[in-house]
C-alpha cells in the first residue's frame, strides 16, 4: 500500500526495538509449536491439514501485501498451478511426494518470476489488474489443458511414501509432515521481513521515491519479494494437493485469490502471525457454516465490509497494537 | 458463396453483428464503471452486482407489480442507483482518504453479499423474463436473422452512451463534475455541494450498470451470477480503454465486442480469455489506456 | 400362591428379554450429498432428501428393526467440497452409504474415498459413464442414467425418426467433450453423420454466435452437449433466433424435466430428450409423485429424485436380508437381487455397479397439447433395460472378467 494508507503500528515497526521484539516472536513460535503438537488430538486432523495450507498460502500473499505492499489479485495463480504440477508429478509421473512438492513449487516460483517481471512495470491499480489479467489466463489454461482434468480436477493424487520411508496415507504422519512444512514456512517468511532485505522492502513499500533516491534499486526488490511470495505459495498449493488428494478448478479461480486477501486482511495485514488467523477462522467458518450453502458468501462478504471499514488493522494487528510491539 | 478465410461472409456478417451487440452490453457497462473511476477514483467492484441487481428489480417490478419492460427501463435503474446511493453515503465515503484499494476491496465484499443474498432468495435457475412483444420476432437481413430485440439493445446502448458522454464532456454539469474531481476543495469554495455531487455521480454510474441490467434480462436468464461472470470482463474493458476515459470506454466497450466475436468464429475455445490477453498487453505497453490519461 | 406368582414373573421376565435379544437394532446412516444451491438444486437439492425419507419409510425401517437417519449437505459443486464433506462424514459422523452426488467430478471424487473407506456409494444425480467404467469401483452404485445412455437414446432414437444429420454445441469442458464423442458415436452407428460442432466456453452466457453457426450447417439436428444453464440459455436464446421455427430440431443431451418447466413449453416445445423417469409415466410414478409432490412444495420429482428413493429402497433390503450392513455382504445382496419398485420396475445391478432399466425417449409438448402444470411430455419411445446401458463389456471396468 502506498503512503496513503493508514500503516499498521507505524510506532512499532519503526522503532525496532530487536532483542524484546525478538524474544516475543519466539515465545509466540514455541507456543505454536506446542499448539500444531497438540492439535490433532482435539480437533479433525484432515480439517487441521487443510487450515495450515491455507494459513501458509496467506502468510506468503501477506509477505507481498503487507511486507512489499503490494496487492496482487491473482495469487491463486501460482497456489493453483502449483497444486496441478504436484498432483500430476505424484500421480502420473509416480515421484515421492517431496519430489511431486518440489515440482509444484518450482512451477509456482518459475510463473511468479514471468508473471511477476511484466506486472512490476505497474503500481497500485494497474498493477492488481495485470495479476488479475494473468491469474485469468492461467485460469482458462487449467480449464482448456489436458493434464488438468478440467472440470474434473487430477482425482486420486497418491500420498506416497515421504523420502522414502515415511507414509503419507497415515494421518498423523501427513499432519506433522504438514505441521512441520508450515512451520518451516512461516519461519522463513520471519526471516526474510527480519532481515536487511525486508527493512528495504519496508522503506519502498513506505516510500519508494525516498527508497529510489536512496540509490535501491526498487524494481528488484520488487520482483525479489513477489517471485519469494509466489515460491510459498506454491508450497501450501503443492502440499494441500497431496493431502486432499485432489487438484481442482477452484484453486485457479479469481475466488481464490479474493478469499486469501480477506485471510490477510482479517488476520492483519504487515503481520507474521496476523493472515494465519485469518486463515483459521474463514477456513473455520467455511467447514462449520458448510451446510448453510450460499450463506457462507454473505457472511464472508460482510466479514469483509466490517474488516474494511472498522477493522482494517486486522486481529492481529489491533492486539500488536495493543501491547505496542510488532506481531 | 463468398468466403473469407474459409467462412462463408455471411456467417462472418453474422458473427460480427452479434458481436457489436454484445459490445454494446461491455460498453454500457464500462461506461458505468469508468464514469465512477474517472471522476471518483473508486474502484466499483459491486458494478457487476448492482447490474444483476437491475436485471432482478425489472423481474421483481413485472411479478410483484405488474409493471411491464418500458416503465422498468427508467424505474429499475433510478431504484439501483439509489441503493447505490445509499452505499455511497454510508460505506464508501469513509475510505476517501485512504488508499484506493481499500475502494476496492468494500466494493467487493459487498459485492459478495449482494450476490450471496440474492442467490439464497432465488436460487441459481435463472428466471424468466419475457421479450416485450413490441420487440419480439425479428427481421431477415439475408446473411443472418437479427432478433428486433438484439437491434433494440444496440440502439439503446448508443443512445445512452453518447448522451453521458455529451453530458460530462460538454455540460456545464459536467465541467463542475470534473473540476470537483481534480480540486474538490476548490469547487466546494466556489459553493458546489461537493460531496453531493460526488453521491450523485455514484448513483448514475450505477444506474447505468441498473440500466444494462433490465436490457439483458429479457435475452440472458435473470439470474444472481449474472454479474460476477461478466464484472471481470468488463473491468478488462475499462482498464484497456483508460480508467478514466467516458469515451475510451464506450469505443472499446464496442471494440472488444468485435474482437471477441471474431475469435468465436475462428477460435472459439478462446473466446473467453482474449480479453485478458489484449488488457496484459495494453498493461504493458501503455497502461493508462488506450485513452486514458496517466494519474 | 407366593410360588406362583414367582414363576409367572420369572416366566414373563424370561420372555420380555428373550423377544428385547430377538429385536438386534441396526442402525443405519444415510447421507445426501448433492447441489442445494446451485444451478442443480432444482433436480437434486432438498427433493432428494424428501426421496430417501419417504423411502425410508415406506419401508417401513422402524418395524423391522432398522433405525435409519438421513443427513445432508451441499456440495455446491465443486470436487473439493465435495470430498472433504465425504470424508468427514465417514471419518467423524459415521455415516454408512452416500446419496445422490450430481456433478460427475464431485461423483468421481466421493466414488474414489467410498473405496478406501469401504462404505457404500449409491450415485443418481451424476452422468458420468466412468463411474461404472475406467473408475468402476465395488462400492459404487450408479442408478439413475449415465451420459452412454442419453446418448444412446436421443442419438439412435432420433436418427430412426429421421434426424440423420447433426451439429454439435459443446461445453468446452471434459463432460461436455464426452457427452459429444459418445452421442456422435451412435449417430454414426445409427447411420447418421455428424456435420460439425462448436465448443462455448464453459460456463456460458450469450450462445448467439455458437447457435448461428449451428443454424448455418443446416444439419437436421442439434445437440446440446452441455447442461444446467447453459443449455436452458442456449435453448432460449434458440428460439429467440427462430431456430425450431426454422425446421431444425433440438435434442437436449442432458435435460431435466425441472429445466423445461423453468423454460415453459412455449420456449421449449418439440425439445427431444431421453429420461429414465417420468411422474406420468404409469399408476406406480404418478402415486408416488403426487405424494412427493405433497412434500416438496407442489414440485414433481425428477429422474435424480426418484433414483434416490429406488436406491435407498433396495439398499435398505439387502441390510434385512443380510441382517446387517458389512460393506462386502450388503454390496453382493444388492448386485444378486433385482430390484423392483413402482418407479423404475424391474430392474438389476450389474458386476460394474451400474443398475439398468428402461429409459424413455421424450419429446416437450406444445403448449396446446398440455393440460396441467407440470404436462410436459409426451413418450415418443421406450428403450428396453438390454439394450439402454452400455453393454458390460465395452466399459473397461477391472471388475468385470
Known amino acids: 500500500m502506498s503512503a496513503k494508507a493508514e500503516p499498521v503500528s507505524a510506532d512499532a515497526i519503526l522503532v525496532d526495538r530487536p532483542t524484546r521484539n525478538k524474544r516475543l516472536h519466539m515465545t509466540v513460535f514455541l507456543a505454536l509449536a506446542g499448539l500444531l503438537l497438540i492439535a490433532p488430538s482435539l480437533f479433525y486432523p484432515f480439517f487441521l491439514m487443510k487450515l495450515l495450507c491455507f494459513a501458509l498460502f496467506a502468510s506468503a500473499f501477506n509477505l507481498l501485501l503487507g511486507y512489499g505492499g503490494l496487492l496482487s489479485f491473482g495469487h491463486a495463480a501460482y497456489f493453483g498451478m502449483a497444486s496441478y504440477v504436484s498432483a500430476h508429478a505424484a500421480k502420473v509421473w509416480d515421484l515421492s511426494p517431496e519430489l511431486a512438492i518440489l515440482a509444484g513449487t518450482t512451477t509456482a516460483a518459475a510463473l511468479g518470476l514471468v508473471f511477476g517481471a511484466l506486472a512490476i512495470r505497474r503500481q497500485g491499480i494497474y498493477f492488481a489488474m495485470v495479476t488479475l489479467a494473468f491469474a485469468q489466463m492461467t485460469y482458462f489454461f487449467a480449464l482448456q489443458a489436458p493434464f488438468t482434468g478440467g472440470e474434473d480436477g487430477i482425482q486420486a493424487v497418491p500420498q506416497g511414501y515421504l523420502f522414502g520411508f515415511l507414509d503419507l496415507s497415515d494421518t498423523m504422519t501427513l499432519y506433522y509432515v504438514v505441521a512441520a512444512i508450515f512451520l518451516l514456512g512461516v519461519l522463513l517468511i520471519y526471516r526474510i521481513v527480519h532481515s536487511p532485505f525486508g527493512q528495504v522492502l519496508k522503506a519502498i513499500r513506505d516510500n519508494e521515491p525516498r527508497a529510489v533516491s536512496l540509490g535501491y534499486r526498487a524494481d528488484h526488490y520488487k520482483l525479489a519479494v513477489f517471485v519469494l511470495s509466489a515460491t510459498l505459495a506454491g508450497l501450501a498449493g503443492a502440499t494441500k494437493a497431496i493431502v486432499v488428494q485432489l487438484a481442482s478448478l477452484t484453486d485457479v479461480y479469481w475466488g481464490m485469490s479474493g478469499e486469501v486477501v480477506l485471510m490477510t486482511l482479517l488476520g492483519g495485514m504487515g503481520t507474521i502471525f496476523g493472515p494465519m488467523v485469518g486463515a483459521a477462522i474463514i477456513i473455520t467458518m467455511q467447514n462449520y457454516l458448510a451446510s448453510l450453502g450460499a450463506w457462507v458468501t454473505v457472511v464472508q462478504g460482510v466479514v469483509f465490509v466490517i474488516a474494511v471499514l472498522l477493522f482494517r488493522e486486522g486481529i492481529v494487528g489491533v492486539l500488536s497494537k495493543w501491547i505496542k510491539k510488532p506481531l | 458463396m463468398a468466403e473469407i478465410f474459409s467462412i462463408p461472409s455471411a456467417a462472418l456478417y453474422g458473427q460480427l453483428l452479434l458481436g457489436f451487440i454484445n459490445g454494446a452490453f461491455y460498453a454500457t457497462l464500462s461506461l458505468g464503471l469508468a464514469v465512477i473511476f474517472g471522476l471518483l477514483n473508486i474502484i466499483n467492484f459491486t458494478h457487476g452486482a448492482q447490474y444483476m441487481m437491475g436485471a432482478f428489480v425489472g423481474w421483481m417490478l413485472l411479478t410483484y407489480l405488474g409493471i411491464g419492460y418500458w416503465p422498468a427501463l427508467v424505474l429499475a435503474p433510478l431504484i439501483v442507483g439509489a441503493i447505490g446511493m445509499v452505499i455511497e453515503r454510508t460505506m464508501i465515503s469513509r475510505l476517501y482518504k485512504l488508499d484506493h484499494l481499500y475502494g476496492l476491496l468494500l466494493t467487493f465484499g459487498l459485492a459478495l453479499i449482494i450476490e450471496g443474498l440474492f442467490r439464497n432468495g432465488y436460487g441459481v435457475s435463472g428466471l424468466a423474463y419475457a421479450i416485450p412483444p413490441q420487440l419480439s420476432g425479428g427481421v431477415n437481413l439475408g446473411f443472418m436473422f437479427l432478433p428486433l430485440y438484439r437491434g433494440w439493445v444496440v440502439v439503446a446502448s448508443l443512445v445512452v452512451c453518447l448522451a453521458t458522454w455529451f453530458i460530462i464532456e460538454k455540460t456545464r454539469l459536467g465541467a463542475y463534475l470534473r473540476a470537483a474531481t481534480e480540486n474538490p476543495t476548490l469547487v466546494q469554495a466556489f459553493g458546489i455541494n461537493v460531496p453531493l455531487l460526488v453521491t450523485l455521480t455514484y448513483g448514475f454510474g450505477v444506474a447505468l450498470a441498473g440500466f444494462a441490467g433490465v436490457l439483458a434480462a429479457p435475452i440472458y436468464a435473470v439470474n444472481p451470477m449474472m454479474g460476477s461472470n461478466l464484472i471481470i470482463v468488463v473491468f478488462a474493458v475499462v482498464v484497456i480503454g483508460g480508467m478514466g476515459s467516458i469515451l475510451g470506454a464506450i469505443v472499446t466497450g464496442f471494440a472488444l465486442g468485435l474482437i471477441e466475436g471474431l475469435t468465436k468464429v475462428f477460435y472459439p475455445e478462446a473466446a473467453a480469455t482474449v480479453i485478458f490477453v489484449i488488457m496484459a498487453l495494453v498493461l504493458l505497453v501503455k497502461p493508462a489506456g488506450l485513452f486514458g490519461k496517466e494519474g | ?401
Request: with cysteine; glycine share 10%; aromatic share 8%.
Open chain 3, 1 to 401: 400362591m407366593k410360588i406362583g406368582k414367582l414363576i409367572l414373573a420369572a416366566a414373563a421376565a424370561a420372555l420380555m428379554s428373550g423377544s428385547a435379544l430377538a429385536q438386534d437394532k441396526i442402525d443405519v446412516k444415510l447421507g445426501v450429498l448433492n447441489d442445494r444451491s446451485g444451478t442443480y438444486a432444482d433436480l437434486s437439492g432438498e427433493g432428494s432428501v424428501v426421496a430417501a425419507k419417504m423411502a425410508v419409510e415406506d419401508f417401513k425401517a422402524a418395524d423391522k428393526g432398522i433405525n435409519v437417519e438421513v443427513i445432508s449437505a451441499d456440495h455446491q459443486n465443486k470436487p473439493d467440497i465435495g470430498s472433504s464433506i465425504a470424508r468427514q462424514w465417514y471419518d467423524q459422523d459415521g455415516v454408512d452409504v452416500i446419496l445422490d452426488v450430481p456433478t460427475s467430478s464431485v461423483a468421481l471424487a466421493v466414488a474414489e474415498i467410498t473405496k478406501e473407506k469401504n462404505k457404500i456409494f449409491m450415485n443418481s444425480g451424476a452422468g458420468s459413464s466412468d463411474l461404472t467404467g475406467k473408475a468402476c469401483s465395488p462400492n459404487t452404485v450408479h442408478w439413475t442414467y449415465d451420459t452412454w445412455a442419453l446418448a444412446n437414446g436421443t442419438g439412435s432414437a432420433m436418427v430412426k425418426a429421421g434426424g440423420d444429420s447433426w451439429f454439435f454445441l459443446t461445453a468446452d469442458y471434459a463432460f461436455g467433450h464426452a457427452l459429444e464423442r459418445d452421442t456422435g458415436a451412435v449417430v454414426e452407428k445409427s447411420g447418421g453423420k455428424v456435420l460439425g460442432n462448436v465448443r462455448h466456453p464453459f460456463p456460458g452466457q450469450d450462445f448467439s454466435s455458437f447457435l448461428l453457426q449451428a443454424q448455418g450447417s443446416g444439419a437436421k439436428v442439434i445437440g446440446l452437449a452441455n447442461a444446467g444453464a447453459d443449455t436452458t440459455n442456449a435453448i432460449k436464446q434458440a428460439a429467440e433466433f427462430g431456430i425450431v421455427q426454422g425446421g431444425q430440431k433440438l435434442a437436449g443431451l442432458l435435460t431435466f424435466v425441472t429445466d423445461v418447466k423453468a423454460l415453459g413449453l412455449n420456449t421449449a416445445q418439440g425439445l427431444v430428450l431421453t429420461e429414465a423417469f417420468y411422474w406420468d409415466q404409469n399408476d406406480g410414478t404418478r402415486e408416488f409423485s403426487k405424494r412427493f409432490a405433497e412434500r416438496h412444495g407442489g414440485a414433481m420429482p425428477t429422474m435424480v429424485h426418484a433414483g434416490v428413493y429406488a436406491s435407498v429402497l433396495h439398499y435398505l433390503k439387502a441390510v434385512e436380508a443380510t441382517k446387517g450392513k458389512d460393506t462386502a455382504a450388503v454390496m453382493a445382496k444388492m448386485k444378486e437381487t433385482p430390484s423392483e419398485d413402482p418407479l423404475f420396475g424391474k430392474g438389476e445391478v450389474r458386476a460394474d455397479g451400474r443398475h439398468v432399466h428402461d429409459m424413455y425417449l421424450f419429446e416437450v409438448k406444445k403448449p396446446e397439447e398440455s393440460t396441467a402444470e407440470w404436462d410436459l411430455y409426451k413418450t415418443v419411445a421406450t428403450i428396453p433395460a438390454a439394450e439402454a446401458f452400455r453393454p458390460l463389456a465395452d466399459g473397461g471396468c477391472s471388475l468385470v472378467q
